[in-house]
């Protein structure tokens, strides 16, 4: 199993440009969630979706958006780039959310915005 | 709204014992506590999780006492490899299921 992987792993865009970054996960999990994490910083959560078709506001939602369109995939689109979306996005899954809730991530994405 | 407090940071020596303690004093009943471990230019990795009293796995041990309001990540025999921001986890249950990562402890092990 590959686990959690995301696509691009690097990307340098200009401001006000957009994109796409591409989340997927092969252990047939419900619970997916993006988060940025800033250099010396925590992990802040940006958007999650509890299912196939479901998106939610997480932490830091502003500037960006989310589909889940299959169960598998988990897309993060930044519509008009910043600098201040420099950072780099971690994508996670999980089987359920309950109270044995375990994590899985991706390598990350290396974003920069010019 | 379950929120976890940790030391910023730690240092070690190789071969020492390292125990990182984390305060959650409104964790819910039924929740459990999760360690993960993050190396430089990685996701966070699931290290360990428990409930209540002493669980040990082949990368660390978990403390929790029995009013739960905190708990405390033993990692034995630390070398370099060790170097990494450690994270303590409760559910956050405030406007729906969701898991936020407070800011975590960064070890720095040293030779």
């Known amino acids: 199993n590959a686990g959690v992987t995301q696509t691009p792993k690097f990307r340098v865009l200009k401001t006000g440009q957009s994109m796409t970054l591409l989340c997927a996960q092969d252990?047939?999990?419900?619970?997916m969630y993006w988060y940025r994490q800033d250099p010396g910083m925590g992990l802040r959560l940006i958007h999650y979706?509890?299912?196939?078709?479901?998106?939610a506001k997480g932490e830091v939602p502003d500037g960006y958006n989310v589909s889940r369109l299959k169960k598998q995939n988990f897309l993060l689109g930044l519509e008009s780039a910043a600098p201040s979306q420099t950072s780099v996005y971690f994508c996670a899954s999980s089987y359920s959310p309950g109270v044995h809730e375990k994590l899985f991530f991706g390598s990350g994405t290396q974003l920069s915005v010019l | 709204l379950a929120k976890t407090t940790q030391p910023i940071s730690m240092d070690s020596y190789e071969g020492q014992e390292v125990n990182i303690t984390c305060s959650h004093n409104n964790i819910a009943t039924n929740d459990y506590i999760t360690w993960y471990q993050q190396f430089p230019s990685q996701g966070p990795r699931f290290i360990i999780q428990g409930y209540k009293t002493k669980v040990t796995n082949e990368v660390a041990s978990l403390f929790i006492p029995a009013d739960r309001k905190s708990s405390t990540l033993s990692l034995p025999r630390v070398s370099l490899s060790d170097t990494a921001v450690y994270y303590c986890l409760v559910a956050d249950r405030a406007g729906g299921f969701k898991t936020i990562f407070g800011a975590g402890t960064r070890l720095f092990v040293k030779a």
């Open positions: 252990m047939n999990h419900e619970y």
């Open positions: 979706s509890v299912g196939e078709g479901t998106t």
